[in-house]
């Protein structure tokens, strides 16, 4: 008779364990540090989280020893472009970047942005589909990186900000697939079956400009482009897929429309008003309000060769922007962190705190906007918090960011899914 325990399968390896000494423990939510905490991690993901004195770690354990700093949540940009290049903002380069080119960008800029600190980010465009063949190379472990929550090309109306402004009538800008069927799109039964085609192209997220932009030749910011019958379709067309919807909108019409629709974020929010406040807060929409972006675009634009029509807008947006997000966050409105990286440097993403702070968020609310409350925006249980089934995604600084926020752009130790990636502490 042949013995069964031959079929048997093969049991399963034992858990890889870590252990990690926490000094001062932020989880993601509240305003105060936990001293001494130990983090118990197997596979990546925090199995434990106690007290030092109500968690002994085992004699001959590997143990991860950040008992003098201050340890935090692995950080969340809500709002990147990975794929994309701060020096070539300008329009022009629609015709000189390649697909493979903005790839290989994608992947330098996806290491700097992981040893920033920033663990996970939500990708809000790229030529198609290549944020989400970078995050699949991420996942994979082929490039590093940051988790990413991906999106395909932002959906433009014909002449809008993602469209093609300025040129001939016989200059013409291929995307494969068709821009005509994945992101420049008019009226509801376009904008539905563009949804779908991206969704089919496996993205996480989708994107569309609800309003005019900066970085764009021939439209204003503050005016509206999809109607809400658009965007309403747009948005129950997202959630019936199971994916939520970003909508970029500067504007402060388009901020209601965006919101009334059921968008589940606003992307800029610069000119928000009394009345999208009131919209916002309503549906419970988050809004990303990126600062620091636009203030270095304005002090950078020789640099970048930007046009004096995109200077122009610029310097309208950021003159006029503080006094509206401060007053958005002073009514208690949910806010997510996100920078639009790529409009800056790559790697620079923590310098939009010090901005969110002056704007009346205290440094702890800030934080919580790139940890716990990012992830609520992402729809992730994973990430954002340092609590039991989450991933090891942590990072690690010498001084106390909830006394000074800007600690925070300079950060030594990174570890994703329990593995270090960075450190170069000088106190270890």
Known sequence: MISLAFFAPPSAPPAHVVYVKAGHFFEGTGDVWKDNVVLRVEDGKIAQAARAAEMPIPAGAEVVDLSKDYVLPGLIDAHVHLTFRHDHVAPIFQFKDSSASTAIAGVANAKTTLEAGFTTVRDLASAPFVAVDLRDAIDEGLVPGPRIVASGPPLSITGGHGDLNGFAPEVSYRWIPDASEVSVVDGPDAVRHAVRLQMRYRVDVIKILASGGVLSNGDQPGAPQFTPEELRVAAETAHMGGRKIAAHAHGAKSIVDAAEAGIDSIEHASLIDD????????????IVPDMYDGIWLVEHAADVHLPLELLTKAKDVVS???GNIRKAIAAGVKVAYGTDAAVYPHGENAKNFRYLVLCGMTPAKAIQSATSQAAELLGRD???????????DLVAVEKDPLADVTVLEKIPFVMKG???????????
């Open 275 to 286: 009345a999208g406040i009131r919209a916002v807060k309503a549906k419970g929409t988050f």
């Open 418 to 428: 329990g593995t270090v990636v960075k450190d170069t502490r000088t106190s270890h």
């Open 320 to 322: 006029k922007k503080e």
């Open 382 to 392: 994973d990430v954002g918090r340092l609590a039991p089934g989450r991933f090891a």
